[in-house]
Every structure is written in C-alpha cells, then in structure tokens.
C-alpha cells in the first residue's frame, strides 16, 4: 500500500492550494479516505474525510466552508481543495486510508498514511 501527497507549498493569506494523494496497492474504491495535519509541537488532527464514494463528506469545523475533499475513483487520488488559507492552516497534510470501523476523526480508524506535504501560510 502507497500513498503519494503532493501539492503543498508556500502561500499567502487568502491564497488557494490543491493536494493530492495518489494510492496504489489497494482497491482504492473500497475504502473511505481522510486527510489530516500536523503544524509543529502539535498532535496530528483531523481535518477531511470521504466515503468510498465520494457521496458522505465531513469536515474539522475550523475548515468548513473553505476546504473540499473530493476523490476520483478512477484515478484512485484523493483531493483536498483549501481556499481562504489562513496562517494558522500551516502544517504538514498527510492523507490516510481508513480501515477500522472507529469515528473517522480519530487517527486510529486509520492504518496506512502518506508521507505528508508542507503546507506553509504567511500572513
């Protein structure tokens, strides 16, 4: 199992990123997929989550209204649009594949994770 982020980078308040987690190694259309951050000396928290579909979405509440999660089956990636960036979005993103039937807002539901990209936001 592989997960592949990419899409991070340095951006201004108010600026727009697009992430990208590309999967492989697995049937990517059977599981539900999430993303998740981790800013420096903090834990890793939950930020987006989506079923296997693509029907169900939910979202850490700090990002509501200005992150989408979104997949696309076929090409087995997972996206994470994030517009209005703000500085305190600065973390590294990682994205996970969730296998256990735990809340999905907890790092435990998930057993494979990616690598992580830098998101950095100045004010």
């Known amino acids: 199992v592989q997960l592949q982020a990419s899409g991070g980078g340095l951006v201004q308040a108010g600026g727009s990123l697009r992430l990208s987690c590309v999967a492989s190694g697995f049937n990517f259309y059977s599981y539900a997929m999430g993303w998740f951050r981790q800013a420096p000396g903090k834990e890793r928290e939950f930020v987006a989550h989506?079923?296997?579909?693509?029907?169900?979405?939910d979202y850490e509440d700090s990002v509501k209204g200005r992150f989408t999660i979104s997949r696309d089956n076929a090409k087995s990636t997972v996206y994470l649009q994030m517009n209005s960036l703000k500085s305190e979005d600065t973390a590294v993103y990682y994205c996970a594949r969730r296998t256990l039937e735990l809340p999905h807002t907890i790092v435990e539901a998930y057993s494979n994770w990616g690598q992580g990209t830098l998101v950095t936001v100045s004010s």
């Open positions: 989506i079923n296997w579909n693509g029907a169900r979405e």
